[in-house]
């Protein structure tokens, strides 16, 4: 039954029933966001051990990589309609359980393929897992005040995580590469315990989109297949010309079918907000340097450097500590000086420090590329936070749920072609240093983009008002 705020009676705790109701959702909640974001940030320092172990070479750890993101992203849209229909308590135990069975066989994997199937299915539990664990922390806590400081414990599970992910990937590295899958299956078992002890969720009739979620998996698959082969065999070989030309087929498909069905996934209308459009490219340029960049200095710090995995996750720990501690004031800056001048600053900071790591010469040491990624770690708080909050206070109450998630479905792309055109940048023949240049010019570009439209943020804000 859906959770109702009952008069408090006392337990034999002492603490009101629907107060521990509240803390058991909200610890459930925290650490499946907390998971789900891990397993995104703590692969990355083990991909050489992964290759060494499994081969593949760089086209192998890139699909390693996107194989999560790339359903992550895919499955965003439609889980909310899942979620909606069988109830989010629910939504979360299944996509949960999901995403610890493939972490189990993901340890187990004898093989890249066998890996990087059993990633597609993490991918598909985790795009189940991160909105209905909102909508759990939403139900919990109707008052606003309290919901507002939940809100605020459940992103700092994500900043955590995401601090977390480097070192700890070095840590169990050092055993070997499977622990960072292993660690999946004692923290997921604590959550559903944590969730047996909340209410059901309530539930209501939500149509699915079969024809947009398949054009969209078609779409996103195309493109990201297309950019991470083009790094083997050029973009003129005939299988990426076929992929990315079934890319550009889904994409207008599904654009078609988003116009004429009744139950679109995405309504075509909510991008006559500038608003929407401009955070949707914001969520897209942040994820291209913040994700982007992670992947890239992994590899660079234990290919070039010689680092080992524990290394080079080190390595990431200021960029990260700093992002984590960051995130602990970002509201408060947003409401002192709105929330353009954040996210203009966060984007700028992952242009300077792309733009920094670029151009310095390659005997650099590990401290310095390591200090120059601090700018790109304080950029996250700056810019998301402030995003998402202008996002859903400009556009109506009933599509909070459908624009919450395509800003996230546009940073798990902007992550996952990131992955797929930087690895293909590296791998080309004109050799790592070259391709990481060009994939920093690449991605602080983008970031100048993005903050440039930004600015023009507030005429935007004007036109929906």
């Not at 969730?195 to 059901?200: A, D, E, F």
């Not at 009933?398 to 996230?408: E, I, K």
Request: charged share 10%; proline share 7%.
């Amino acid at each position: 039954m859906p959770f109702t705020a009952s008069p408090h009676r006392p337990s034999k705790a002492g603490a009101p029933k629907t107060d521990r109701h509240a803390s058991a959702t909200l610890g459930a909640s925290v650490l499946g966001f907390f998971v789900i974001t891990l397993d995104a940030t703590i692969v990355n320092v083990a991909l050489p051990s992964i290759r060494d172990a499994l081969g593949g070479g760089i086209t192998g750890l890139e699909w390693v990589v996107d194989a999560y993101t790339l359903m992550f992203a895919a499955l965003l849209l439609s889980a909310g309609a899942l979620s909606d229909r069988i109830g989010a308590r629910k939504a979360f135990a299944g996509g949960l359980g999901l995403f610890i069975a493939a972490s189990v066989v993901c340890g187990l994997a004898p093989s890249l393929p066998v890996l990087i199937a059993a990633r597609v299915v993490q991918g598909v539990g985790a795009a189940v897992t991160m909105p209905t664990s909102m909508a759990l922390v939403r139900q919990a806590f109707p008052d606003p005040a309290r919901r507002a400081r939940a809100v605020g414990m459940w992103a700092m599970g994500g900043a955590m995580a995401a601090a977390a992910g480097p070192v700890l990937g070095g840590l169990l590295s050092l055993v070997s590469w499977r622990g960072i899958f292993w660690i999946n299956l004692p923290v997921g078992i604590l959550t559903l315990l944590l969730l047996s002890r909340t209410p059901h969720s309530p539930t209501r009739p939500a149509p699915f989109d079969w024809t947009g979620q398949i054009t969209a998996i078609l779409a996103m698959g195309g493109l990201t297949f297309g950019a991470i082969e083009a790094g083997d065999a050029g973009f003129t070989a005939p299988q990426v010309l076929v992929s990315l030309g079934i890319a550009i087929v889904a994409l207008a498909a599904f654009v078609t079918a988003q116009a004429k069905v009744a139950h679109p996934m995405v309504p075509l209308t909510l991008f006559r907000s500038p608003t929407v459009v401009v955070a949707t490219g914001i969520g897209f340029a942040f994820m291209v340097g913040f994700y982007g960049l992670p992947f890239l200095f992994s590899l660079y710090f234990q290919q070039q450097h010689g680092l080992s995995a524990l290394g080079a996750g080190l390595a990431f720990l200021p960029m990260m500590l700093l992002s984590a501690f960051l995130t602990l004031f970002s509201a408060r800056i947003a409401e002192r000086t709105g929330p353009r001048v954040p996210v203009i600053a966060g984007l700028i900071l992952i242009a300077a420090g792309s733009i920094a790591l670029a151009v310095i010469p390659a005997s650099v040491p590990v401290w310095a590329n390591a200090l120059l990624l601090i700018p790109v770690g304080m950029a996250g708080p700056l810019v998301m936070p402030p995003t998402t909050a202008l996002l859903l206070e400009h556009v109506p109450t009933a599509q909070t749920g459908t624009a919450s998630g395509v800003f996230n479905t546009s940073r798990q792309i902007g992550g996952a072609l990131a992955v797929a055109v930087f690895g293909a940048l590296i791998s080309a023949p004109a050799g790592f240093h070259h391709g990481l240049r060009v994939s920093l010019t690449l991605a602080a570009a983008i970031a100048l983009l993005a903050a440039l439209a930004t600015g023009r943020m507030g005429t935007a804000r004007r036109r929906d008002a």
